[in-house]
């Protein structure tokens, strides 16, 4: 105690007490049960706020910038002062009295405190964002919050090529697609399967083909994360995707869908015995039968198959007949991922049945299909892919520029033509508890020094869309930052992120340096725990607030799927 005023905590040798938090006056009535007040949860509080305030004015001296950000703020109130004044008919004096009060504070002095409190506030956060942007383990926290997320969020850095298709339907026999659209189908595929050239590098055909505003960074959609609200077929499937390629190297144990997905308990429906997932692999569409299938049927109307059907008049033809149709619907047309390959071993047995559910009509028919598949085979599209495979000398999956799979995958934005560019979960170190590989990859910018690039950049790669190293290491840095900070707010899709656990975690790691220096301590023990439980029931409030939306979020995807998958399995 001081002068019989209980000491709730201490600033160096400076004894901070209950009055001295709550504003009383020292030998007040009110002062002898400030004590219990304190143990309130609005007490709690006030304890916080006043230890927070002391580790921003420790931390953050006042700058000659933040004295400017200050005097801007009280020029912008002088002139709140004056608009009060003329819009109400009051003097300026009356006028401050009363927006003083408003924002409860007794005169210009305490408002003026206040103002500086809260540019060191914010320093203080840019000082702790920069700090945990750094691969050091701190001797207070363990690992820094950079670290956290990349082990708990397992980010990735994509590129996408999308082609847009006006029908969103995802039912197996519902969408239709136009001839221009498969024009650019083709497009798109033809000179993904022929990537070996600079000219279709995936940097030049996003740039000149994709859809959407990452072409303009050829492709490069930067930074994704389990928090990231992307569209579920979009996110969860490329989940899927690296699921699939790093069986055994993320957590040091066998993959499963928990891992990264949160999507407890969902492991045997990744995706049961014989699902689409079955045994963690996926399906496989050849470029060189299907495409080129598709692109000689862009505008050929099954003129049999609608007769059969009844129909007289060329308005009563049902597009869903059409053959582009069919082989959309059935090829592209579904929530799942699918790799590509091009592959001319078995193209006549691949092309007869495809022709065969192309045109039903004349699948019994052995001349008419075999007339169609010499048609398919004469289009331009067929012996462009052709002569220009011949030259690769092999079958091979489709791959980009770092001989990374490209995955096709279907949402209601059309066709994502995606590749990863780097993945936690292909990086991570579990021997060492964590992903250090991707946190010294995730934090390059900041302390480009710190890492090889050799070993954690491909420039290529990391430089995508950026003509000036220096640009894209900020770029990067500021990403990453950004990402980390949203982590830390739990933002998370529908989820706001909340200012305040931020500001929990940054209060934390202040709070315990400052105490592990003897520079700061709450020397009563219940508050001190108090303000500590408080703080982990937000975090953990929030956090199973995430883990609810992943789990709801993965489990619609999958029924989706498994409705989708049931229809095509009768039908096809």
């Given at each position: 105690?001081?002068?019989g005023?209980?000491?709730i905590?201490?600033?160096?040798?400076?004894q901070?007490?209950?009055?001295?938090i709550?504003?009383?006056?020292?030998?007040t009535e009110?002062?002898?049960?400030?004590?219990?007040?304190?143990?309130?949860?609005?007490?709690?509080m006030?304890?916080?706020?006043a230890?927070?305030?002391?580790?921003?004015?420790?931390?953050?001296?006042?700058?000659s910038?933040?004295?400017?950000?200050?005097?801007?703020?009280?020029?912008?109130?002088?002139?709140?002062?004056?608009?009060?004044?003329?819009?109400?008919?009051v003097?300026?004096?009356?006028?401050?009295?009363?927006?003083?009060?408003?924002?409860?504070?007794?005169?210009?002095?305490?408002?003026?405190?206040?103002?500086?409190?809260?540019?060191?506030?914010?320093?203080?956060?840019?000082?702790?964002?920069?700090?945990?942007?750094?691969?050091?383990?701190?001797?207070?926290?363990?690992?820094?919050s950079?670290?956290?997320?990349v082990?708990?969020?397992?980010p990735?850095?994509?590129?996408?090529?999308?082609?847009k298709?006006?029908?969103?339907?995802?039912?197996?026999?519902?969408a239709?697609?136009?001839?221009?659209?498969?024009?650019?189908?083709?497009?798109v595929?033809?000179?993904?399967?022929?990537?070996?050239?600079?000219?279709?590098?995936?940097?030049?055909?996003?740039?000149?083909?994709?859809?959407?505003?990452?072409?303009?960074?050829?492709?490069?959609?930067?930074?994704?994360?389990?928090?990231?609200?992307?569209?579920?077929?979009?996110?969860?499937?490329?989940?899927?995707?690296?699921?699939?390629?790093?069986?055994?190297?993320?957590?040091?144990?066998?993959?499963d869908?928990?891992?990264?997905?949160?999507?407890?308990?969902?492991?045997?429906?990744?995706?049961?015995?014989?699902g689409?997932?079955?045994?963690?692999?996926?399906?496989?569409?050849?470029?060189?039968a299907?495409?080129?299938?598709?692109s000689?049927?862009?505008?050929?109307?099954?003129?049999a198959?609608q007769?059969?059907a009844?129909?007289?008049?060329?308005?009563?033809?049902?597009?869903?007949?059409?053959?582009r149709?069919?082989?959309?619907?059935?090829?592209f047309?579904?929530?799942?991922i699918?790799?590509?390959?091009?592959d001319?071993?078995?193209?006549?047995?691949?092309?007869?049945?495809?022709?065969?559910?192309?045109?039903p009509?004349?699948?019994?028919?052995?001349?008419?299909?075999?007339?169609?598949?010499?048609?398919?085979?004469?289009?331009?599209?067929?012996?462009?892919l052709?002569?220009?495979?011949?030259?690769?000398?092999?079958?091979?999956?489709?791959?980009?520029?770092?001989d990374t799979p490209?995955?096709?995958?279907?949402?209601?934005?059309?066709?994502?033509?995606?590749?990863v560019?780097w993945?936690?979960?292909?990086?991570?170190?579990?021997?060492?508890?964590?992903?250090?590989d991707?946190?010294?990859?995730?934090?390059?910018?900041s302390?480009?020094?710190?890492?090889?690039?050799?070993?954690?950049?491909?420039?290529?790669a990391?430089?995508?869309?950026?003509?000036?190293?220096?640009?894209?290491?900020?770029?990067?840095?500021?990403?990453?930052?950004?990402?980390?900070?949203?982590?830390?707010?739990?933002?998370?899709?529908?989820?706001?992120?909340?200012?305040?656990?931020?500001?929990?975690?940054?209060?934390?790691?202040?709070?315990?340096?400052?105490?592990?220096?003897?520079?700061?301590?709450?020397?009563?023990?219940?508050?001190?725990n108090?303000?500590?439980?408080f703080?982990?029931?937000?975090?953990?409030?929030?956090?199973?607030?995430i883990?609810?939306?992943?789990?709801?979020?993965?489990?619609?995807?999958i029924?989706?799927?498994?409705?989708n998958?049931?229809?095509?399995?009768?039908?096809?």
């Amino acid at each position: 105690k001081l002068d019989g005023e209980e000491v709730i905590f201490k600033v160096g040798s400076t004894q901070v007490t209950v009055s001295d938090i709550l504003g009383f006056d020292e030998g007040t009535e009110t002062s002898a049960c400030a004590y219990d007040l304190l143990n309130t949860p609005d007490g709690t509080m006030a304890v916080y706020e006043a230890v927070y305030k002391v580790l921003a004015q420790q931390n953050v001296p006042v700058s000659s910038a933040i004295e400017g950000a200050v005097k801007e703020k009280m020029d912008d109130w002088a002139d709140e002062v004056a608009r009060y004044a003329n819009t109400n008919g009051v003097t300026v004096r009356n006028g401050t009295k009363t927006l003083l009060e408003q924002k409860g504070f007794n005169d210009e002095k305490e408002l003026e405190a206040s103002y500086l409190l809260d540019e060191q506030k914010e320093e203080l956060a840019n000082m702790y964002a920069n700090t945990n942007t750094e691969p050091n383990i701190d001797a207070a926290t363990g690992t820094t919050s950079l670290e956290r997320y990349v082990t708990n969020t397992s980010p990735m850095i994509i590129k996408q090529i999308l082609t847009k298709i006006s029908s969103t339907d995802t039912l197996a026999t519902k969408a239709t697609i136009s001839a221009a659209e498969v024009d650019r189908l083709s497009t798109v595929m033809k000179r993904l399967a022929l990537s070996g050239s600079s000219s279709n590098s995936f940097k030049n055909i996003a740039y000149e083909e994709s859809e959407d505003g990452s072409k303009t960074h050829g492709g490069n959609l930067g930074i994704m994360d389990s928090y990231t609200p992307f569209v579920p077929e979009f996110k969860l499937g490329l989940y899927v995707s690296e699921i699939i390629q790093n069986q055994t190297a993320w957590k040091g144990e066998t993959y499963d869908a928990d891992d990264t997905l949160a999507a407890r308990p969902h492991t045997e429906d990744l995706f049961g015995a014989n699902g689409v997932y079955a045994n963690y692999t996926a399906p496989v569409m050849n470029v060189a039968a299907v495409v080129s299938a598709l692109s000689y049927a862009e505008k050929d109307l099954n003129l049999a198959a609608q007769a059969a059907a009844g129909h007289e008049k060329e308005e009563d033809y049902d597009a869903q007949l059409y053959p582009r149709n069919v082989l959309y619907n059935k090829y592209f047309n579904m929530p799942t991922i699918q790799y590509l390959k091009l592959d001319f071993a078995n193209i006549d047995t691949e092309l007869t049945d495809l022709v065969k559910e192309m045109y039903p009509t004349i699948a019994d028919d052995a001349a008419e299909v075999a007339t169609k598949v010499s048609a398919i085979k004469a289009h331009e599209f067929y012996v462009g892919l052709q002569s220009e495979h011949n030259k690769l000398n092999d079958d091979k999956l489709i791959i980009d520029d770092n001989d990374t799979p490209i995955i096709l995958v279907k949402s209601t934005h059309g066709l994502h033509w995606i590749s990863v560019t780097w993945s936690a979960l292909d990086q991570a170190a579990p021997a060492a508890g964590k992903a250090a590989d991707a946190v010294k990859y995730f934090m390059y910018g900041s302390n480009a020094s710190a890492i090889e690039t050799t070993t954690y950049i491909k420039e290529s790669a990391f430089n995508f869309g950026y003509s000036n190293t220096t640009v894209a290491q900020n770029t990067r840095k500021n990403e990453v930052k950004g990402r980390v900070t949203n982590y830390l707010k739990g933002g998370y899709g529908s989820l706001s992120p909340v200012e305040e656990l931020y500001k929990y975690e940054i209060y934390t790691f202040y709070y315990e340096r400052a105490k592990a220096a003897g520079d700061l301590t709450i020397t009563n023990t219940r508050i001190e725990n108090a303000i500590n439980d408080f703080i982990s029931t937000k975090t953990v409030y929030q956090t199973s607030q995430i883990d609810s939306s992943l789990n709801n979020t993965w489990s619609s995807y999958i029924k989706s799927i498994e409705a989708n998958q049931e229809l095509r399995d009768l039908l096809y």
